[in-house]
């Protein structure tokens, strides 16, 4: 079978903790993965071999971000730069942008957002291959379950999914709205057409016309090169817009006006671009109440929930818990080698009974710490890590992780909260091999939250020696 090459993906940071996070992250989806600690050195290694994409921070010591950016665009125009920003910088990142930068991402960030950033702006580029079929066809099955009232959800999508309607996917996080999103698009006419989905929430409000809407060359002083916008990315296709409630409710207006003309402007054109788009929105927050509160305009609100859609929360799908529970164990317990992984009686009822805050997203993070914890095809109570009076789900940052007793190491009932967390930090890393982007999606916490914790106990194991 021939091998499909990878992309090729140059980090430049000078922050260790933030580069080797890149690195591992992107390393672990498959990409060929060269870091530089500065800017001087990353132009350097620019110069001498070919890449598909720049990752770089802005502020660096000796050659910033923007620096960076400038010679790159005078060495290969066509290679994709993506700028890491801080919160105190969105300034310079908005000029950034117009320097030519593909994408920039706000710190903090999940490493989630991160490889979604970069399959995006590498498929933009024309670096990544469509999906083959067989992978659509395992997108479309996705969503797992046998409660009544989603598989009657489906049906219903299945049906409505063949028109242009819009919709509007509410419910609470990790209850799978991308996923629903999804199963639409693929049981759509539209299915194998563009799908371009927007995280209204992760862009900030000033880059998020730009974004959906583009702009020409010379548009504004730096404006080196065309930026074409998710709308028009999307034309003939499905344009997701997730968590649509966080827009900025003056960008919401001309969203409202390209819904009705179908068509977009972008900055600095001479005529509005035809565009052919059905609308998938999703939003964890109760839009009347936004309406009220006069964030959401109730005229967009009725245009993009012409079709609504009501995704319970794995609480109110009691039949699902467990279903859901032999699916992750199969699946990790694959990766790890497993013959047949189950829970014991006293684990199954601890999931049974307990909450799921975090829905299923928290069931699959539970479920794939337990595996990579636990020894043996049984897992262990002590192994989920929940709460049995519900009082908390697993580690959090920066919360503190659930009062939970530890069989393994034989700690008292009464053992402080900082030491259940750092006994789960460290079980978690020795199951993956000291893998910290690993470790730290299983953990459900940041790659940079987990080194910070690390290195807090570093500290705290010299001072007591």
Same mark, same amino acid.
């Given at each position: 079978?021939?091998?499909?090459?990878?992309?090729?993906?140059?980090?430049?940071?000078?922050?260790?903790?933030?580069?080797?996070?890149?690195?591992?992250?992107?390393?672990?989806?498959?990409?060929?993965?060269?870091?530089?600690?500065?800017?001087?050195?990353?132009?350097?290694?620019?110069?001498? /071999?070919?890449?598909?994409?720049?990752?770089?921070?802005?502020?660096?010591?000796?050659?910033?971000?923007?620096?960076?950016?400038?010679?790159?665009?005078?060495?290969?125009?066509?290679?994709?730069?993506?700028?890491?920003?801080?919160?105190?910088?969105?300034?310079?990142?908005?000029?950034?942008?117009?320097?030519?930068?593909?994408?920039?991402?706000?710190?903090?960030?999940?490493?989630?957002?991160?490889?979604?950033?970069?399959?995006?702006?590498?498929?933009?580029?024309?670096?990544?291959?469509?999906?083959?079929?067989?992978?659509?066809?395992?997108?479309?099955?996705?969503?797992?379950?046998?409660?009544?009232?989603?598989?009657?959800?489906?049906?219903?999508?299945?049906?409505?999914?063949?028109?242009?309607?819009?919709?509007?996917?509410?419910?609470?996080?990790?209850?799978?709205?991308?996923?629903?999103? /999804?199963?639409?698009?693929?049981?759509?006419?539209?299915?194998?057409?563009?799908?371009?989905?927007?995280?209204?929430?992760?862009?900030?409000?000033?880059?998020?016309?730009?974004?959906?809407?583009?702009?020409?060359?010379?548009?504004?002083?730096?404006?080196?090169?065309?930026?074409?916008?998710?709308?028009?990315?999307?034309?003939?296709?499905?344009?997701?817009?997730?968590?649509?409630?966080?827009?900025?409710?003056?960008?919401?207006?001309?969203?409202?006006?390209?819904?009705?003309?179908?068509?977009?402007?972008?900055?600095?054109?001479?005529?509005?671009?035809?565009?052919?788009?059905?609308?998938?929105?999703?939003?964890?927050?109760?839009?009347?109440?936004?309406?009220?509160?006069?964030?959401?305009?109730?005229?967009?609100?009725?245009?993009?929930?012409?079709?609504?859609?009501?995704?319970?929360?794995?609480?109110?799908?009691?039949?699902?818990?467990?279903?859901?529970?032999?699916?992750?164990?199969?699946?990790?317990?694959?990766?790890?080698?497993?013959?047949?992984?189950?829970?014991?009686?006293?684990?199954?009822?601890?999931?049974?009974?307990?909450?799921?805050?975090?829905?299923?997203?928290?069931?699959?993070?539970?479920?794939?710490?337990?595996?990579?914890?636990?020894?043996?095809?049984?897992?262990?109570?002590?192994?989920?890590?929940?709460?049995?009076?519900?009082?908390?789900?697993?580690?959090?940052?920066?919360?503190?992780?659930?009062?939970?007793?530890?069989? /393994?190491?034989?700690?008292?009932?009464?053992?402080?909260?900082?030491?259940?967390?750092?006994?789960?930090?460290?079980?978690?890393?020795?199951?993956?091999?000291?893998?910290?982007?690993?470790?730290?999606?299983?953990?459900?916490?940041?790659?940079?939250?987990?080194?910070?914790?690390?290195?807090?106990?570093?500290?705290?194991? /010299?001072?007591?020696?």
């Amino acid at each position: 079978m021939m091998s499909v090459k990878k992309s090729s993906i140059l980090i430049i940071d000078d922050d260790q903790t933030m580069r080797l996070a890149l690195q591992e992250s992107l390393a672990s989806c498959g990409y060929h993965v060269v870091a530089a600690e500065d800017g001087e050195e990353g132009v350097e290694l620019f110069q001498r /071999r070919a890449f598909d994409l720049v990752i770089t921070d802005m502020k660096m010591p000796g050659m910033t971000g923007i620096e960076v950016l400038r010679d790159v665009k005078k060495l290969a125009p066509e290679i994709p730069v993506i700028l890491v920003t801080a919160y105190g910088t969105v300034n310079t990142a908005v000029e950034a942008m117009k320097e030519g930068a593909a994408e920039f991402i706000m710190k903090p960030f999940s490493l989630d957002d991160l490889e979604g950033v970069v399959k995006d702006v590498l498929s933009a580029h024309g670096k990544e291959a469509p999906p083959k079929q067989q992978d659509r066809q395992k997108q479309d099955d996705g969503i797992i379950t046998r409660d009544p009232k989603m598989l009657s959800i489906l049906e219903m999508l299945k049906t409505v999914a063949k028109s242009k309607s819009s919709i509007m996917i509410q419910g609470e996080s990790g209850t799978g709205k991308e996923l629903v999103a /999804r199963f639409i698009y693929h049981h759509s006419k539209r299915r194998g057409n563009p799908f371009v989905a927007v995280n209204c929430a992760a862009i900030p409000q000033n880059l998020l016309e730009s974004e959906m809407f583009g702009y020409e060359k010379g548009a504004f002083t730096g404006a080196t090169q065309k930026k074409i916008g998710k709308f028009e990315l999307a034309d003939t296709g499905t344009l997701l817009l997730d968590e649509v409630s966080e827009m900025d409710i003056h960008l919401q207006a001309k969203l409202l006006r390209v819904i009705q003309e179908s068509e977009v402007d972008r900055l600095g054109g001479h005529a509005p671009i035809p565009v052919d788009v059905r609308l998938l929105s999703t939003t964890n927050v109760n839009i009347a109440n936004a309406i009220e509160n006069k964030t959401f305009r109730s005229d967009l609100y009725y245009r993009l929930n012409v079709i609504p859609v009501k995704i319970p929360p794995l609480r109110e799908r009691s039949g699902d818990v467990l279903y859901l529970t032999q699916y992750f164990l199969e699946k990790y317990g694959r990766e790890k080698g497993m013959k047949k992984p189950s829970l014991s009686d006293r684990a199954a009822g601890i999931i049974k009974a307990y909450h799921f805050p975090g829905n299923v997203r928290e069931l699959e993070n539970v479920i794939e710490r337990a595996v990579l914890i636990n020894d043996g095809d049984c897992i262990a109570p002590e192994a989920l890590y929940l709460d049995q009076e519900e009082t908390a789900p697993a580690v959090s940052a920066p919360g503190p992780v659930p009062n939970v007793s530890l069989e /393994r190491g034989s700690p008292s009932e009464a053992m402080a909260l900082k030491d259940v967390e750092r006994n789960l930090i460290r079980d978690t890393l020795a199951s993956v091999a000291g893998n910290k982007t690993k470790a730290a999606k299983i953990l459900g916490i940041s790659v940079r939250t987990l080194w910070n914790k690390i290195q807090e106990y570093e500290k705290s194991s /010299r001072e007591d020696a």
